[in-house]
């Protein structure tokens, strides 16, 4: 028999998934499940008990035309430890509830985020804000040992201030952003999905992707399964095509060719995009009709 939710929420709680070398994501709470958003959207007119069946044609349907507000029924409570850098990022999605450790307060986590010597990722090419390629080892190992002295120098200024009776609210200053903060963090199951569509993604950075991958994958697929199993369908796995997307694939149809050769691809593209040296509107339309197998890669 499938376990109930109060059963998974139990299983799950405090359960640390630990994350970068000293980070972690965990549940603490969870209010509601898939068949708590689907009582909530038959209130609409009314209905009474369904089998599970309709219940997971109803969240398909809920999630496919972003009848959103269901999904604000349920409310999900966390608690993660992150670097700051980290944090600054996660920070802006307004929508949670949010309580952080306070450094005013309490003495700063002696934690910093570290980098293996493999894992320095050099300045993407194509794209200003992301990564490229990895640095090889054999010189990301000097860049390693410079991080943990700087890290060290820092700890050590810190607590110097600390020592000599300065406030924890200004002592704090000079710690760098790879310090580590915890915080409960509690956001309903609509905004959730929106932070995890915006952070699993490609383009987000590599570290706050990995915090929202686990709590996507390892909590939020388990609490919710038949909503993230449609969130995955629309939404994360699912491609965007705009007017100007649809167009190219209806010339190349009536060309009775495919898959075109990148060339073709640019003579069919849309009348605004010809003559232009860099476009990225063309660019992405280029990878999504690749990844439908109708251009050559
Ligand atoms: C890959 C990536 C790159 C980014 N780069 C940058 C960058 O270079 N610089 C930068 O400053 N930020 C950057 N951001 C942050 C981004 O612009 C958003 O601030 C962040 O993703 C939060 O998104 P949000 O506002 O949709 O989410 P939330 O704050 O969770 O809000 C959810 C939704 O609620 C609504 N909402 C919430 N508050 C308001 C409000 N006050 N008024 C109107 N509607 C509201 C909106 O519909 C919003 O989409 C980046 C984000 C990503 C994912």
Redesign the pocket.
Known sequence: MAASNAQIVEELRWKKFPLLNDGFVCLVDCMGDDEALVQAARVSYGDGTRPVSDNRTLIRYLLRHRHTTPFEMAEIKFLVRVPMDTWRQWI????ASVNEYSTRYSLAIDSMVTTPPDEWRTQATTNR?GSGDYLPAEQGAALTQSEAKFQQSARDLYQSRIDAGIAREQARKDLPLCTYTEAYWKIDLH?LL??LM??MES??QLEIRQYATVMGEEIVSKLFPLTWEAFKDYIMDSIQLTRLDSQVIQRIAATGKSPVTVDEFLALGDPSWQGLQRCRERDECLEKLQFLGLVEK
């Open positions: 802006r999605h307004r929508t804000q905004n929106h932070f915006l952070r383009h987000a």
